[in-house]
């Protein structure tokens, strides 16, 4: 059974940068996954933000972005804010229309 | 305005059954690719499946934890997505998302509120 694999939290502080990773069980990541990205806050849907690995969707700010660092998938927020606190999910498209999603990273913005 | 609202959810019990809805508005629904997505309480979210248009096939694929259970159909004239799910065991728990797909993209696009489906004796 494939494994996404995400860092289960991350502190940053207010205008500085962090890096989520999403990586494979077995494997690496590249653009042929098409990774995407979403963010949940508690209680709420998710909303989409990136996809085909680098595209923002529409709305979101450019302060978020998406790309592939060595072996894996990563969303890059550059001069976070408070209400990026939240939980962030990779999803992956395994072919044979299948998708699984990562294990989730929580970002706490102090 | 993309809108998706889910329906059908609440309180069954292991073995039952249960059909969501998924009403869609906004956009031309008979074109779109959907998805189901759950989230159990606590925990992140799981692809539950997808079904293309009927102008792509209608393909349906399944999550391998729901295959042979769960059952994902559309009413193109109703714009209406289902998810009709039998069997239900404890840990299919969740709020339930339909979500739209970014075809070529291979995303999730826009997403509804969800649905809480329980199940407990």
């Known amino acids: 059974q494939t494994v996404v694999t995400q860092e289960p939290s991350f502190s940053v502080s207010p205008g500085g940068t962090v890096t989520l990773t999403c990586g494979l069980s077995?494997?690496?990541?590249?653009?042929?996954?098409?990774p995407s990205w979403y963010q949940q806050t508690p209680g709420q849907a998710p909303r989409t933000l990136i996809y085909?690995?680098?595209t923002r969707s529409s709305g979101v700010p450019d302060r978020f972005s998406g790309s592939i660092l060595g072996n894996k998938a990563a969303l890059t927020i550059t001069g976070a804010q408070a209400d990026d606190e939240s939980d962030y999910y990779c999803v992956l498209f395994m072919g044979s229309g299948s998708y699984v999603f990562g294990t989730g990273t929580k970002v706490t913005v102090l | 305005e993309v809108q998706l609202v889910e329906s059908g959810g609440g309180l069954v019990k292991p073995g039952g059954s249960l059909r969501l809805s998924c009403a869609a508005s906004g956009f031309t629904f008979s074109n779109a690719w959907m998805n189901w997505v759950r989230q159990a309480p606590g925990k992140g979210l799981e692809w539950v499946g997808r079904?293309?248009?009927?102008?792509?096939?209608?393909?349906?694929d399944y999550a391998a934890p729901v295959k042979g259970r769960f059952t994902i159909s559309r009413d193109d004239s109703k714009n209406t997505l289902y998810l009709q799910m039998n069997s239900l065991k404890t840990e299919d728990t969740a709020v339930y998302y339909c979500?739209?797909?970014?075809?070529?993209?291979?995303?999730?696009?826009?997403w509804g509120q969800g649905t809480l489906v329980t199940v407990s004796s």
């Open positions: 079904i293309k248009s009927k102008t792509d096939g209608g393909t349906i």
């Open positions: 077995s494997g690496s990541v590249s653009t042929s996954y098409y």
């Open positions: 085909s690995t680098s």
């Open positions: 979500t739209t797909v970014k075809v070529g993209a291979a995303c999730f696009d826009y």
